[in-house]
């Protein structure tokens, strides 16, 4: 069994010995929201957003992007489980502003080993073999960070199974404050209709 394993079991088992009246918690979110953010672990939205246990759906991604999962996700939070308004949350120094299609596409096509990030950006350091299965997928870079919340806000908020009564609220986290800056392009575009 490896550490990383033995030590997420421990903390389970922790973690459950203490799980208490969380066994009751309702199916719905109790806060009646939606947050799409990146899957970036120095974001702890249950912590920037005062989130307890059944608060709120956090949906994560990388770059926190809207591609058709994430909106899949948001149609069932806002349709099935009644979830009321959305957050786009982006951050800075997003892993996702350091490379392009064409960057992963290359270092995958050269090997499947995990690649190095240095000045110039993330370079293969590994040996082949690689897959060329890569060039097909978008990977949805930000090459700037506001424009895509603005983006993503209105990804979402043009999609035609997102009702224009849901608020859609753009903003990026700030990596070394903790603080959420609004981008209000994408809030403005984002309100209720």
């Excluded at 956090?58 to 992007?65: E, K, L, M, Q, S």
């Excluded at 995990?114 to 897959?131: I, N, Q, R, W, Y």
Aim: net charge negative; proline share 5%; glycine share 8%.
């Amino acid at each position: 069994m490896s550490q990383i394993l033995t030590e997420v079991l421990s903390a389970n088992q922790s973690y459950a010995s203490s799980f208490g009246d969380k066994a009751h918690l309702a199916l719905p979110p109790a806060r009646g929201f939606a947050i799409l953010t990146c899957m970036d672990a120095r974001l702890d939205p249950a912590k920037y957003a005062g989130l307890a246990e059944g608060d709120a759906h956090v949906i994560r991604n990388a770059g926190g992007r809207a591609s058709d999962d994430a909106i899949r996700s948001l149609i069932i939070s806002y349709k099935l489980l009644g979830t009321k308004e959305f957050f786009v949350i982006h951050h800075t120094d997003c892993g996702m502003e350091f490379f392009t299609n064409d960057v992963i596409r290359g270092v995958l096509a050269n090997s499947l080993e995990t690649a190095a990030l240095g000045p110039e950006g993330f370079h293969d350091v590994g040996k082949g073999p690689g897959s060329r299965a890569a060039q097909f997928i978008e990977f949805l870079t930000i090459p700037n960070q506001a424009q895509a919340v603005i983006d993503d806000v209105e990804r979402i908020r043009t999609h035609p199974l997102i009702p224009k009564s849901i608020p859609i609220y753009g903003y990026i986290y700030d990596v070394r404050t903790g603080k959420l800056n609004e981008i209000e392009a994408a809030t403005k575009i984002g309100a209720v209709k």
